[in-house]
């Protein structure tokens, strides 16, 4: 008896899963179709078929649609972080964590540099990325903390959160360089250059 009782729990967090992934894929092109604000929760819902009430139980606004991978894609730059050498500086180490992201994003080039352009289009939208990316640097700290020392000491700490910051926000940059030339230079390049200028 009990070798079966995991599995309807199993199929329907399945079942869940599958649902979301089409709100989202069925959202994100209602978004670039038409844009970000003009697109309602209710023409998704229309879209994939289900009731507007049945939509709000899986995401219960269009940011949350757009930006609910941020979480996750927080867990995977952490373990990436951890993944890096310990003799490894706090620069270098978040340099291939940020690289080991990006590459791991499930969008072609084209695709990234429409959302991305989308987000920043839409204040309600950067508002709450700079939100979850604020839970990503306090993700990251311990890491970097413990890179540069005595992870207890508070100016440690203090520096590790500086350091994060910067480096998250050099990414951002990079991003927003990489998306204002439709793809044309290079990502790591950018983020590079935008390292240099911030420790220079």
């Known amino acids: 008896m009990n070798s079966h009782e995991g599995r309807p729990a199993g199929l329907r967090e399945r079942t869940r899963r599958a649902v979301q992934a089409e709100i989202v894929a069925t959202a994100m092109r209602l978004f670039l179709e038409h844009g970000f604000e003009a697109t309602t929760m209710e023409q998704i819902a229309n879209d ?26 927080g867990l995977a730059l952490r373990a990436a972080l951890e993944a890096r050498p310990a003799d490894e500086s706090p620069w270098e180490a978040l340099r291939a964590a940020l690289k080991s992201l990006f590459e791991s994003l499930p969008y072609a080039p084209e695709e990234f540099i429409k959302i991305t352009t989308m987000l920043h289009a839409s204040p309600s939208l950067r ?40 480096a998250l926000a050099c990414s951002e940059a990079a991003t927003d360089a990489w998306v204002h030339s439709n793809g044309t230079i290079d990502m790591e390049r950018a983020y590079d250059e935008a390292v240099a200028a911030v420790r220079g």
């Open 48 to 73: 994939v078929g289900i009731s507007r009430r049945s939509l709000f139980r899986y995401f219960g606004t269009k940011e949350d649609i757009v930006l609910g991978d941020h979480a996750e894609h």
């Open 127 to 166: 508002a709450r990325q700079l939100e979850k990316r604020q839970q990503w640097a306090e993700l990251l700290m311990p890491d970097i903390a413990a890179r540069l020392g005595e992870a207890t000491d508070p100016m440690t700490r203090l520096r590790a959160h500086a350091l994060v910051a910067c």
